[in-house]
């Protein structure tokens, strides 16, 4: 105890400062780390592994039919075996038409069938079949082949012949 106070009053007499360090930087490289998987990942499923995913997105639709002929666009969704669809057209006499089409495809995932139903009354059958040479096109129709019914999109034409069978 008797050393700690002649420490400390050693210290508290003392006026001249402490002395300071300055540490200059140093620029030392890090070495960089690089991961190198010890597995090669297996391949993950995408949309267009499932069958029927070809009709998920945006299309532009054209049908044809004894009053008239009309071109719209709309959405598909797929899940699993079932389609689903949302399209609009305009007709001049009768303003803005909504269609809504639910159905299923085949197990190849080409070919949808179902019913549709319009936002003023009406509703119907409906038969499409993507085409294998251009998934970016299908042929159909509405009402056992009453109407002609097709879609187009990413840049590419409307299908000629529309009908489907």
Known sequence: MILLIVIAASIATCSSPLP????????TARPSATLTPSTTPSAIPT?????GSEWHGEWMIYINGKEGEWDGSGIFSVAGETIRGEFAVY????????????G??????????????????????????LL???????????ENGTYQFCGWRNG????????WP
């Open 20 to 27: 300071t360090a300055t540490l200059a930087p140093t620029n």
């Open 47 to 51: 949309a267009t592994d499932t069958p």
């Open 91 to 102: 007709d001049p006499k009768l303003g803005s038409l909504y269609y809504v089409f639910s």
């Open 104 to 129: 299923t495809l085949d197990a190849t995932g080409l070919i949808a069938e179902g019913e549709w139903e319009l936002n003023r009354g009406g509703s119907g059958s409906y038969s499409w079949q």
């Open 132 to 142: 294998v040479d251009n998934l970016d096109q299908f042929v159909g129709n509405l």
């Open 156 to 163: 590419t034409e409307r299908p000629s012949p529309c009908k």
